[in-house]
């Protein structure tokens, strides 16, 4: 079953132009990770925040966590063409033992040049 | 680079054949991970491996699946009479605490 819900499932910006993307999950967690794939290829990890943690930058990354509202944000500043992707969040949910991550259906970002 | 592998990357087979894909992780993590992915959904988790064991099986995998780490290092991943709704990436993640890193998956059509 998936954990998490990615909004909005699509997204269609100019290249330059910031994209933001949300997701909300539904049991307590861990930690949580976004991820981004491109085309039929596998997974790239592009940042974790943990559960005590409010906001984290990477580059022109910025992943922001309210766990009273079960929810995550992701922005993309400045975004590039080579962007364009599909992005997932994934949650390692708390009391887990194994940190499996449980995955929404992603979001996909097309960057026009 | 030693990121994760995974032999083939495509794979097509008649339905009722047997089928097995393996995974090379990084070579320090202990922990392994197999996933499913359906076109248009996120990865589903599949089973888990810490070290040579096999410490949890997802519902999905049914009793034609069956997955097997038998040194600690690869891992292997046999689907036995497949079936169309076996058609999927299936990935691989390896890790040593928190973040798992993703191999290329294996794209199994099943006709």
């Known amino acids: 079953s998936q954990q998490g819900e990615e909004d909005p499932q699509a997204l269609s910006i100019q290249e330059g132009e910031n994209a933001t993307m949300n997701c909300s999950y539904k049991t307590s967690i861990n930690n949580l990770q976004w991820y981004r794939q491109n085309s039929g290829r596998g997974l790239v990890h592009l940042i974790l925040i943990r559960s005590n943690e409010r906001e984290k930058h990477s580059g022109r990354l910025r992943v922001t966590l309210d766990t009273s509202k079960k929810s995550s944000s992701l922005l993309i500043t400045a975004s590039r063409a080579a962007d364009t992707a599909s992005y997932f969040c994934?949650?390692?949910?708390?009391?887990?033992?194994?940190?499996?991550?449980?995955f929404g259906k992603g979001i996909t970002l097309s960057v026009r040049p | 680079d030693t990121g994760v592998s995974q032999d083939p990357r495509h794979k097509i087979t008649k339905r009722g054949q047997n089928v097995t894909f393996r995974c090379d992780p990084i070579s320090e993590h202990n922990r392994l991970y197999w996933y499913r992915q359906t076109l248009g959904q996120g990865p589903e988790f599949l089973t888990y491996?810490?070290?040579?064991?096999?410490?949890?099986k997802s519902r999905l995998l049914s009793d034609r699946f069956s997955a097997e780490r038998p040194k600690g290092s690869f891992s292997t991943l046999e689907i036995q009479r497949t079936e169309q709704g076996d058609s999927a990436m299936y990935l691989c993640?390896?890790?040593?605490?928190?973040?798992?890193?993703f191999g290329p998956g294996t794209r199994l059509t099943v006709l």
């Open positions: 491996f810490q070290n040579e064991a096999q410490l949890e």
């Open positions: 994934a949650t390692d949910a708390l009391g887990g033992a194994n940190s499996k991550l449980t």
């Open positions: 993640a390896s890790s040593s605490a928190n973040t798992q890193y």
